[in-house]
């Protein structure tokens, strides 16, 4: 029989049973418990932002970081055109006009571009670290801080990335993060939204949680519309047993990276994911494009078959069904949807289990 090698699948660490055991016995198994802070704690560290507000997915933060931005119908924001789609269904929820811009080598939003799209209805400019690697956060937050207008650095596949040195999620107004199960670290269900702004952070805050009043008098008396966003301490404490170990998740990725790389480099055609110098990759998924002429579906059917979970790289912005019909080109995140599939790359995959997936590649390409 073969043995099945999924796209994705948590790794533990070792001490999530132990804390999920100490979650239940403080009998706080709700939003609120020492997990909870402590998760805020790593996340704040580990973004290098003084503060961080832990909620219930990566998308409710999205939702969150809108809302505290007061974000309304018909803001213009620009967004990437090649993205997971989460970010852009939380600006299109509150009404806001998504702009799609191309993305650059790196695959993510290239600043040149966002300067061409930047108009006076813009509102601020949404940032995705796609797969891992960082956008060119300083040129697009020096735009942003030139027009005074916010930046959302959704950095749900890069917690742990740099660039020059530096965290992202530090460079934008808010950043948010998920730990969903397929995240390089995960509490099973959660995510985040970080922030160096104190009074931004009290807004996140309050509005996590229905905007509740202060005190015993004022318990019921609301000053807001907030949302129920927040994360169950048993959750939590499966994502701080994770959360300690970010910089092993980390190196088991680049790991992961560096021998898929040796394994494929050599495949004419194939294209590898962007890395430089400048920038710390955190390898969420890895990434490929196919070479020309292949047809991508019947590559990922050759891998099934040898029992190889894939995925095909995100759909364009500007092509969703739901998104109402817009002009421009977008060649390069068109060229990315049409030529890429991502690999099984979880944290503790095996060099055999690489070898093997590199081999099965090689052999459908060969077909
Ligand atoms: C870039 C990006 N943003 C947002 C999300 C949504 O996170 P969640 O699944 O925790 O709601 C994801 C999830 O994969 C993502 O990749």
């Not at 990437?80 to 799609?100: N, S, Y």
């Not at 088991?252 to 710390?280: C, H, M």
């Not at 990759?281 to 059917?301: I, K």
Request: aromatic residues 8%.
């Amino acid at each position: 029989m073969i043995k099945h090698l999924p796209v994705a699948r948590p790794y533990f660490f070792g001490k999530e049973h132990e804390y999920i055991d100490q979650a239940l016995h403080s009998m706080q198994i709700s939003g609120a418990g020492a997990f909870v802070d402590r998760m805020e704690d790593l996340i704040a560290k580990a973004a290098a932002t003084p503060h961080a507000i832990v909620v219930s997915s990566g998308t409710a933060a999205l939702d969150l970081a809108f809302e505290a931005l007061g974000v309304k119908p018909g803001d213009e924001v620009i967004v990437p055109d090649f993205t997971m789609f989460a970010p852009v269904a939380a600006l299109l929820r509150r009404g806001a006009v998504v702009v799609p811009v191309d993305i650059d080598a790196t695959w993510n939003l290239d600043p040149g571009r966002v300067a061409e799209a930047l108009t006076a209805r813009t509102k601020g400019i949404l940032m995705v670290h796609t797969y891992g690697h960082p956008a060119d956060a300083t040129r697009i937050c020096e735009l942003a801080r030139q027009r005074g207008i916010w930046v959302v650095e959704d950095a749900a596949e890069a917690l742990g990335a740099k660039l020059g040195g530096r965290a992202v999620g530090s460079f934008g107004n808010v950043a948010t993060f998920s730990f969903y199960a397929n995240k390089v670290v995960t509490s099973g269900e959660g995510g985040a939204v970080v922030t160096r702004d104190s009074r931004l952070a009290a807004r996140l805050r309050a509005l996590r949680n229905l905007c509740f009043g202060d005190g015993w008098a004022q318990r019921f008396v609301h000053d807001g519309i907030g949302f129920n966003f927040r994360l169950s301490n048993v959750l939590a404490a499966i994502g701080c047993a994770q959360l300690e170990h970010l910089d092993t998740a980390l190196a088991s990725k680049r790991r992961t990276a560096v021998y898929y790389r040796e394994r494929l480099s050599r495949i004419r055609g194939l294209i590898l994911p962007p890395d430089s110098s400048r920038v710390l990759h955190s390898y969420w998924v890895f990434g490929v494009l196919l070479p020309h002429g292949h047809d991508r579906s019947e590559v990922a059917a050759r891998l099934a078959e040898a029992g190889i979970d894939t995925r095909p790289f995100f759909h364009p912005v500007h092509s969703q069904p739901c998104v109402p019909a817009m002009q421009g080109a977008f060649p390069n995140s068109d060229m990315l949807a049409e030529r890429g599939i991502y690999l099984p790359s979880f944290v503790g995959i095996s060099k055999q289990d690489i070898d093997r997936v590199s081999d099965a590649l090689k052999k459908a390409l060969a077909a």
